[in-house]
């Protein structure tokens, strides 16, 4: 690691200096991208939103199963904390790290009423200050996109593999823009390394990662979810935008977007395999139709807001899974994953 940080220093100084000036210029906008001027409530708001895209649904298939509570979760790019307030919410302890001391001091003070949060001022090339084997989770989110360096973040990806557990999972995004502007401009500390999807899963392979989830492949948003180790052989849950969902979803769904969600109609079936005593449904409901009653498995749910909403309940022992939504909407919402665990 010595030798590989050596190589890298001056680059490292560089990438630290600009975004400790990002931060006392406007951290907040350079990290949640607005050409309006900052908004706190918009900003913490955005940081919700993206976790309860994100990470909550999949919460059961990140951590095998254990409650968040008594799990750890590592943030790579934590900058203030938008996004690790939530974490911290959920989960036994958070390991956040920046490589800018500007944005950390910041955090300390956003994130200071968390105990469970430890933040760290990293070298922007590994996760040294993370013991290995004691995470379960890791997570990146807007932060490779701005690494120019390959040989950095194919670190980091080997990185998350050493401080995870055996089994543990690694949900990031890198920039998958393949277009010719894209590949071809000039690397700096705002436009970083693109992947194309061989790129990401060779990276990944070399690693010892498993793919579970792709999503946004070709888009700037290209989303990873992988498993330290093999994959499982059966699967207790269906992600909406994978190939293989298609011979679970039985009925009232349409086709995949992105590879991300699904649209589902009033009322849809799915056929789950495996074992496990609670079920669980993530979706995704728009603006302009987003009040009704969702019945998942007979256990009858109030939606009274836009945006992401989680679902569980007790799961029952039969294979195919109904649900429901009264009144039927004028727009499908958005179906992310349903399983059980």
Request: aromatic share 12%; charged share 25%; with cysteine.
């Amino acid at each position: 690691m010595a030798v590989f940080y050596a190589e890298f220093v001056d680059w490292l100084e560089r990438m630290r200096e600009d975004w400790d000036r990002r931060a006392r210029q406007d951290a907040e906008r350079f990290i949640y991208t607005r050409d309006r001027p900052a908004d706190v409530a918009d900003f913490d708001a955005s940081g919700e939103a993206n976790y309860k895209q994100l990470v909550l649904p999949y919460l059961p298939i990140l951590l095998n199963g254990a409650p968040p509570s008594a799990c750890t979760v590592v943030e790579i790019g934590c900058g203030v904390g938008r996004m690790t307030q939530w974490f911290a919410r959920d989960f036994g302890r958070v390991e956040a790290l920046d490589v800018s001391p500007e944005m950390i001091a910041l955090a300390r003070e956003r994130l200071a009423s968390f105990p469970n949060v430890r933040l760290h001022v990293s070298n922007g090339a590994d996760l040294a200050p993370v013991a290995d084997g004691s995470a379960d989770l890791v997570f990146s989110y807007i932060v490779f996109q701005h690494i120019p360096s390959r040989e950095v973040i194919e670190n980091y990806v080997r990185e998350a593999a050493w401080v995870l557990k055996p089994g543990g999972a690694f949900k990031f995004q890198l920039n998958g823009d393949q277009s010719p502007e894209a590949r071809t401009r000039q690397r700096d500390t705002w436009y970083g390394e693109t992947f194309s999807p061989d790129e990401a899963l060779t990276m990944l392979d070399d690693a010892g990662f498993s793919l579970l989830a792709s999503e946004g492949a070709g888009t700037q948003y290209y989303v990873l979810t992988v498993r330290k180790g093999p994959a499982a052989l059966q699967r207790s849950y269906v992600l909406a935008g994978e190939p293989w969902a298609e011979a679970h979803l039985l009925e009232g769904f349409g086709p995949p977007v992105d590879g991300s969600w699904r649209p589902m109609y009033g009322r849809a079936r799915v056929r789950l395999e495996g074992a496990g005593t609670r079920l669980y449904l993530g979706l995704y409901f728009w603006p302009e139709s987003c009040v009704h009653r969702l019945t998942l498995a007979g256990r009858v749910f109030e939606v009274r807001s836009p945006g992401d909403h989680y679902f569980e309940c007790a799961a029952s022992g039969e294979t195919e899974v109904e649900i429901a939504i009264e009144p039927p909407p004028a727009r499908p919402p958005a179906f992310r994953v349903i399983g059980r665990y």
